[in-house]
């Protein structure tokens, strides 16, 4: 699963003033980041605001993404949920036959036992005609997935390759790089500890930041992965401002502000999100213009 190691990064998706999908921006966005070194595409997660998002708009996303992409990168598409059937039915009929794997998030809302989190995924695994990755993100689901259900997933599908593991929790981390099956992939998915993730022998990071600094985020990434701590590190302290900036907030108001100083798509979200106050706009087009 070598195609889901390094920088992937969690695609917005970006709006024009009329909350419609501006298309034409999102095509900016990925050849930006096809051109920085990004080295995989998310479409459609959580940072996507995949909660807003109609069934017909996702299909034309996975469209356009392809048609820009053309077969240079992996592409993951975020498939999940807290209804089960629906994920599965979504994962059975949905034209997968340009996607790489599926990046699945927990269950939000319900907060199912360690029990349910396991048939949930068993259920996923067994619909997927591609490799998954699960996502675990208990800030947002309201419940964690334990390190015990993940590598239980793990070991008993062949098909379950990863975790994007975004608790936040250095030590669970550590328990799943601990016992891990050996080509099992821990995958940061918080931007503040991806550095010291990678370093500690995880696969990198799926990201918010790095679609909007690519260049300096999958450099970071690469010499983690090499296992060059100073040379990495300086470029982690140059970024942590941007990192805490962008979501001090609101995911992705944040990231929507930075992609809107660099001139690739517009600050719009859809509620019940708002873009960015003033003064946030401020301290981030000020970072980025000494950067």
Known sequence: MQKFVGLGVALVTPFKDDLSVDFEALERL????IENGTNYLVI???????????????????????????????????????????????LKTLDMSVIDGILSVAPYYSKPTQEGFYQHFKAVALASPKPVILYNVPGRTAKNMS????????????????????GNNQQQYYALLKDKPKDFLIISGDDDLALGVTLAGGAGVISVIGQGL??????????????????AYDIHYKLMNIVDYIF???????IKSVLKKLNITSDKVRLPLVSASEGLQNKISQFIDVL
Not at 219 to 228: D, H, R, V
Request: proline share 4%.
């Open 30 to 33: 990925v050849q930006y980041n």
């Open 44 to 90: 459609n997660g959580t940072t996507g605001e995949s909660a807003t998002i109609t069934k017909e708009e996702k299909v034309e996303i996975i469209k356009v993404v392809a048609q820009v992409n053309k077969g240079r990168l992996p592409l993951v598409l975020g498939v999940g949920g807290n209804n089960t059937q629906n994920v599965v039915e979504e």
């Open 147 to 166: 390190p015990e259900t993940t590598l239980r997933l793990a070991k008993d599908f062949d098909n379950v390759v990863g975790v994007k593991e975004a």
């Open 214 to 231: 690519p260049k300096e985020f999958s450099t970071m990434i690469s010499l983690g992965l090499e296992g060059k701590n100073k040379e």
């Open 248 to 254: 001090e907030e609101n995911n992705p108001a944040g």
